[in-house]
């Protein structure tokens, strides 16, 4: 079974500034994504950014940036230009490729806290 | 717009009640989940359905039914509530052709006293 892991429970960072959550994974799988979701208080679940297993190549979306190591299992956000906004809980997930089952895993998240 | 829809947003449920949780999504999506969120444990599985007319157990399924009534429509169901399933409750639905990702509800937070 894939298991997620987020070791930094909680993180905090000065508005304008850069943070990376950390997130890694165990799997024996080739073919899978990658995501991470945003949940900010309002409970939502909220799609950051994606990244496919087979693509070498980083997902980016504006401020947000992957730096994604598939041989150590690793797979870590980077958040540009902090903003107040982005205080949330950030969750990593691994979903298997073409799979309708039960691997869709998240990890236990991170809280993250943008100070101004 | 176009999602999931998830009902109720919250719920006090007294020790044995029962209730049921609806979502239904207009994605014309197979793949349905039913999760639940409790602090530093991430979201777990409670079920999925991997089409219409199937269901399967995730991590967490005791104390637990559900129903895929159609394609649209999967329902979580508890029979007797007990205070441990106090959490906050998702519904998902998950495209998978061309681009696959998840989309959520809005969550309903249970709290069974």
């Known amino acids: 079974a894939q298991t997620v892991t987020q070791s930094q429970p909680e993180m905090s960072v000065q508005e304008a500034e850069t943070v990376t959550l950390s997130c890694t994974y165990d799997?024996?799988?080739?073919?899978?994504?990658l995501f991470w979701y945003k949940q900010p208080p309002s409970r939502q679940m909220i799609l950051v950014i994606r990244q496919e297993a087979y693509k070498q190549q980083n997902a980016t979306e504006n401020r947000f940036s992957v730096n994604f190591q598939k041989a150590a299992k690793s797979f870590s956000l980077k958040i540009s230009d902090s903003q107040l906004g982005d205080t949330a809980m950030y969750f990593c997930?691994?979903?298997?490729?073409?799979?309708?089952?039960?691997?869709?895993?998240f990890g236990p998240g991170t809280r993250l806290s943008v100070l101004p | 717009n176009a999602g999931v829809t998830q009902t109720p947003k919250f719920q006090v449920l007294k020790t044995g009640q029962s209730m049921t949780l609806q979502c239904a999504q207009d994605?014309?999506?197979?793949?349905m989940y039913w999760y639940r969120q409790d602090p530093g444990m991430g979201l777990r599985l409670i079920y999925y359905s991997a089409s219409e007319g199937t269901t399967d157990k995730g991590e967490v399924p005791n104390g637990y039914n559900v129903s895929r009534l159609n394609k649209r429509e999967f329902s979580l169901r508890l029979e007797s509530a007990a205070p441990s399933q106090t959490s906050v409750y998702f519904c998902a639905s998950i495209t998978r052709w061309g681009w696959t990702e998840a989309f959520f509800g809005q969550g309903t937070r249970l709290t069974v006293v």
């Open positions: 994605m014309n999506h197979n793949s």
């Open positions: 799997t024996s799988e080739n073919n899978y994504y």
């Open positions: 997930a691994f979903m298997k490729h073409e799979d309708y089952g039960q691997n869709f895993v």
